[in-house]
């Protein structure tokens, strides 16, 4: 059963291939999302982030999932060197960079613990897998082509972990690089995408990497248990040491 | 210079890396060992079976760096799934500023590919032409 709704302003897209899988399932998982939107979205001046932003609530106040972020987002930025900071330069709080990969974890995290084996959780482009596809074999991720949206460039096969991908196309300037915050513009990658242990690791690292510009798929070969595939503006492609092993067909 | 620059912040990256490494595990464990409570949807989310199956094209929405337009899959009365039809291109040749390979690293020339896949990674899509395209194809499969 697969099914998608638009939540957070993208599609999200789960599909479970477990046969025992009910509706009512997805209806929990969508909910998650949409309650993960009502307290993140700086969008909505009445989302808890929002309201702490404003100095209407205190950090005594935060509630679990607010404190829960606000210490991923510092931990994030100790581990990226402060490439992803959840300061930004207009002095507010940001970070909803890490809320997507952390809610689409948080999703497959519930699914598994229903007992559910074989599934994907898609939220704009970043995924969690699990298991297999229809036909039995390891999920089939397309990597989108930066510079023509309805083709894919690369296929990797994945049957656990997560894949995320940052580029300067889809935001406009939402992505800056906070150690100099024009070099977003100049940036020569297009497109980063990250494969990782699961989805939260895999986005932050990606978001943060693709801000360190051509050095990023340096950053992301160092890191153990991650591979990445990062596409510059003249349409080359810079591959991690053992990113090719998810290439082949298992 | 620039080089030596680079050379020295991802040293220092690899470094910052190794000790404050393992903070973050710790720190996911944390966060997966905290199940978020389930409660009753605050919006109550769109009802599923309202819609006609079939497959309906939004209309050419204009984002600001060019079109966007996006096909709505209904299947089972519910949204299937959203396919980009059109996206704005960017010009390689005008783009192009740097041929130089990283030396450590391999790299390639992008190829569109014809091989089926489940599911496509890429940089979010959250444009307002692209839920301008996305409500126009909805409306026609009320």
């Known amino acids: 059963m ?22 009512n399932m997805f209806d929990e998982i969508f909910s998650y999302f949409e309650r993960v939107d009502a307290t993140f979205s700086l ?3 009445t989302s808890e982030l929002s309201r702490a932003n404003a100095g209407l609530i205190s950090p005594q106040q935060w509630s679990n999932d607010l404190s829960t972020v606000v210490q991923l987002a510092e931990d994030t930025k100790k581990a990226t060197c402060g490439y992803f900071d959840p300061r930004t330069p207009q002095g507010t709080y940001d970070p909803t960079g890490i809320v997507k990969g952390w809610a689409i974890l948080n999703a497959a995290i519930m699914l598994r613990e229903r007992g559910y084996k074989n599934f994907y959780v898609d939220a704009g482009g970043d995924i969690e897998v699990s298991g297999v596809n229809q036909s039995g074999e390891p999920w089939r ?4 082509n930066p510079f023509s949206r309805s083709e894919t460039v690369k296929t990797v096969h994945l049957t656990k972990g997560g894949i995320a991908t940052s580029g300067t196309y889809a935001r406009g300037n939402h992505i800056y690089d906070p150690l100099a915050p024009d070099l977003i513009s100049q940036n020569p990658v297009v497109s980063l995408t990250v494969i990782g242990p699961n989805v939260y690791e895999a986005d932050r690292f990606t978001t943060a990497a693709f801000a360190m510009g051509e050095a990023g798929i340096y950053f992301v070969e160092r890191l153990k ?5 990062q596409i510059a503006r003249n349409g080359r492609a810079t591959f991690t040491s053992n990113f090719n092993a998810y290439t082949s067909q298992r | 210079m620039k080089k030596i620059f680079l050379s020295i912040s991802l040293i220092a990256a690899s470094v ?3 000790l404050f490494g393992s903070e973050r595990y710790a720190a996911l464990t944390a966060a997966s060992d905290t199940p978020t409570p389930l409660t009753p949807p605050e919006h109550t989310p769109p009802p599923v079976g309202t819609f006609k199956d079939g497959s309906y094209t939004g209309t050419l929405a204009d984002a600001y760096y060019g079109n966007i337009q996006v096909r709505a899959i ?9 396919e980009l039809l059109d996206y704005p291109s960017h010009s390689r040749t005008s783009e192009y500023i740097n041929g130089r390979a ?14 089926k896949v489940d599911i496509v990674s890429g940089a979010t899509q959250t444009s307002k032409a692209f839920r301008e395209s996305l409500a126009a194809a909805l409306a026609q499969a009320k």
Do not use: W
């Not at chain 1, 991720?141 to 989108?144: L, S």
């Open chain 2, 102 to 115: 990283l030396p450590e690293l391999t790299s390639e020339a992008i190829a569109a590919q014809n091989a």
């Open chain 1, 141 to 144: 991720v397309g990597i989108q």
């Open chain 2, 74 to 82: 209904i299947q089972n009365g519910a949204l299937n799934d959203v």
């Open chain 1, 2 to 23: 697969k099914q998608t709704r638009l939540i957070m302003g993208m599609p999200i897209t789960v599909q479970v291939i477990d046969p025992q899988v009910t509706v």
């Open chain 1, 43 to 45: 969008y909505k001046s």
């Open chain 2, 16 to 18: 910052l890396y190794v």
């Open chain 1, 225 to 229: 248990g991650f591979e990445g595939y």
